[in-house]
């Protein structure tokens, strides 16, 4: 599976490729920046506690099931998005990509990265063979949901979560 | 991580465990004996390609971030689901369990086994160090959200799906 790509976006390159555990910083600042991942993902600053996010990056790292992909800008990682694939039984057999973890960062909204971001993660899922790609957004983020209704999504389910 | 536990169910055991290969004929006439599922999974008969479900069995089967567990009483298989263990950044690193492909058999519905299932998943997910569990049920499934609601999920994102 190719390993990176470039992005066309008003005249400009964009990278997309597999982050790397330098990206970290960059990565958790735009989980802290939005409106509902505030609450979750702290601000790095000195008291944060890196060594979850050190070990959710290896693990996902490690596993080609998962794919950690990032966006760069003349040097500077601008969005990120992270691609599961999904082996089941029903449909077929079907593998399922799941896309998670969607962040842009505030000075690259609007330029349509995102939807190229995503149409290309949409492109990986089919060369892995995956028959559906799935996605989860809060019932809150009115603009995802058309967003991703754009690209041919269709809000077809309730997605239901429990905090442990 | 524990292979298999019984349930008691109105008096009567029914072992929890991984599904064998074996299991497969039975979990095909659940995905088919659905109303949903009809269209999108053949009833097993001569004409049936079984590869790819062969092959996605296998899939599951290798991977321990996969667990694809089956109920089983007196020799049948009467339930089953899948339960994905996938690691992300977000939430502080969590990793989180994905519910899929839950399926009850008609001669055995009505009778809160599905519950204790899904309760069992559940405690499979904190013991496997997930700080969340999610699952998307289409939305005309209303029995369905209302089941998994009364198990304190919260049907807080709208679940997208694009079928490649």
């Known amino acids: 599976m190719e390993r990176s790509t470039v992005l066309q976006l008003d005249g400009q390159e964009v990278a997309v490729r597999d982050a790397v555990r330098g990206d970290l910083p960059a990565l958790l600042a735009m989980l802290a920046d939005d409106p509902l991942g ?69 000075d690259f909204r609007g330029l349509g990265l995102g939807r190229g971001f995503i149409q290309w993660a949409i492109e990986l899922a089919r060369d892995g063979g995956c028959s559906l790609v799935q996605l989860t957004t809060d019932k809150s983020r009115s603009d995802a949901h058309r967003f991703y209704e754009r690209l041919g999504f269709e809000a077809s389910h309730e997605g239901m979560k429990l905090v442990l």
């Open 38 to 106: 505030a609450s979750r993902d702290p601000v790095a600053d000195a008291d944060v506690d890196v060594e979850p996010y050190l070990a959710a990056f290896a693990a996902i790292d490690k596993d080609p099931a998962y794919r950690l992909l990032v966006c760069e800008s003349a040097g500077r990682v601008v969005a990120m998005l992270q691609l599961s694939f999904i082996p089941g039984l029903s449909r077929r057999g079907a593998w399922r990509a799941q896309i998670e973890a969607v962040r842009t960062h505030a």
